[in-house]
């Protein structure tokens, strides 16, 4: 990572499209996705399992969960500008598209009495699309020298880093 350079630094450029995103596109996509989840469930013999309340109340929660988080990501790394603040939004981007895969699929199964296999199958393409959005931003988050400048690491907090990094 560079030194400090003011002109380099702030919420502009790359961190800016980042924070956007996390804002804005990942609650639409989730709502979008739980849309097109409850559609098409609605449309098969799976409307009719018992359990079919209870999915929909989970996919409730998950649509309450996941823009709340990406909001509060999204507020931390506007308002406390240390890095910390940037561990947090990694391990939340992670957590996120993850978790929503895992607690999804997991739903699925419990209440609906899918197949596991099924359900592993259809959970591929959404870890793909996790992989495809985590990666670039893990490490841009890691190495970009604005990112840097404008959540700077403490002292305490450097050697902490040095550990595990």
């Given at each position: 990572m560079a030194g400090h350079d003011?002109?380099?630094s702030g919420v502009r450029g790359w961190l800016l499209l980042f924070v956007a995103n996390l804002a804005l596109l990942q609650p639409l996509l989730v709502v979008y996705a739980m849309l097109v989840r409850l559609g098409a469930a609605s449309e098969t013999t799976l409307a009719a399992a018992l359990g079919w309340a209870t999915y929909v109340g989970a996919e409730r929660v998950i649509f309450i969960l996941i823009p709340a988080t990406a909001w509060l990501l999204?507020?931390?790394l506007l308002i406390v500008r240390n890095w910390t603040s940037i561990?947090?939004?990694l391990g939340g981007i992670w957590a996120m598209?993850?978790?929503i895969i895992l607690l999804q699929h997991i739903v699925r199964v419990v209440t609906l009495d899918t197949s596991i296999g099924d359900e592993v199958t259809d959970a591929v393409p959404?870890?793909?699309y996790t992989a495809i959005f985590c990666i670039?931003?893990?490490i841009y988050l890691r190495r970009s020298a604005r990112v840097a400048n404008t959540y700077r690491r403490d002292a305490e907090g450097?050697?902490?880093a040095d550990v595990f990094d």
């Open positions: 003011d002109r380099v999204t507020a931390r561990r947090i939004a598209n993850l978790g959404a870890l793909l670039p931003w893990t450097d050697r902490l």
